[in-house]
């Protein structure tokens, strides 16, 4: 079935450091969707990118779609301590109806 | 809106108790999902219905799980009998769509079961 990897898993950045997240799919995706989960909370919808090379930004967070649409990152520039959480991606493949597949996630600490 | 309402917050049982856990839909939303978070495997989408039919159930783990949606802002996950292995976060999320590329998901504040 169709995977997807995260890295790193975790990543403890300085504040005001910037920061990154790579995302990996075994398979050709027709969409990528991110979340961000704070600690004790639930996964909240932050952005979609459905072209190929497609790129995105939400004030200091960027985001991209590969050209093969089997791979995104999300970058966060200067980080703050609001910024912590866990972030996923999730994609679902380009064939069928098959289900959005969420990624393992990468935990992010702000050291202040 | 209210946004996906869960009950209950937390769960706290003893191996071998039965365990319900509910869900209450964006009103208008078509689709809804159950999942299961756990520091070992994720997030896990354990079943989706669509328009109240059950359309994936291929993540339940086992016959001990079933889940229900008797109608459009309702809707169940049933542990029975629960073990301690199933301690976990479960979420409810719904969504707008059921079968478009470009659904998002709206997730509850999610049930933290623990099983003694």
């Known amino acids: 079935g169709q995977q997807v990897m995260q890295i790193p898993q975790y990543q403890h950045v300085q504040e005001g450091e910037d920061f990154t997240t790579y995302c990996n799919s075994s398979t050709t995706l027709s969409n990528i969707q991110w979340y961000k989960q704070r600690p004790g909370g639930h996964p909240v919808f932050l952005i979609q990118?459905?072209?190929?090379?497609e790129v995105k930004k939400q004030k200091r967070l960027t985001f991209q779609f590969g050209e093969a649409k089997k791979n995104s990152s999300l970058h966060i520039t200067a980080t703050q301590t609001t910024d912590v959480g866990t972030y996923f991606c999730a994609g679902r493949p380009n064939f069928g109806n098959e289900k959005l597949t969420f990624g393992t996630g990468t935990r992010l600490t702000i050291i202040p | 809106d209210a946004g996906v309402i869960q009950s209950p917050r937390h769960e706290v049982t003893e191996m071998g108790q039965e365990v319900t856990l509910r869900c209450k839909p964006i009103s208008g939303h078509n689709s809804l999902f159950w999942y299961r978070q756990t520091m070992m495997r994720g997030l896990e989408l354990l079943i989706y219905f669509n328009n109240n039919v059950p359309i994936d159930d291929s993540g339940m783990p086992e016959d001990r799980f079933s889940a229900k949606m008797p109608n459009a802002s309702f809707s169940t996950l049933k542990i029975q009998p629960s073990e301690p292995r199933d301690s976990a976060v479960y979420f409810c999320a719904s969504s707008l769509e059921g079968f478009t590329t470009n659904e998002k998901l709206f997730f509850g504040s999610g049930t933290q079961l623990s099983v003694l």
């Open positions: 990118l459905v072209k190929s090379g």
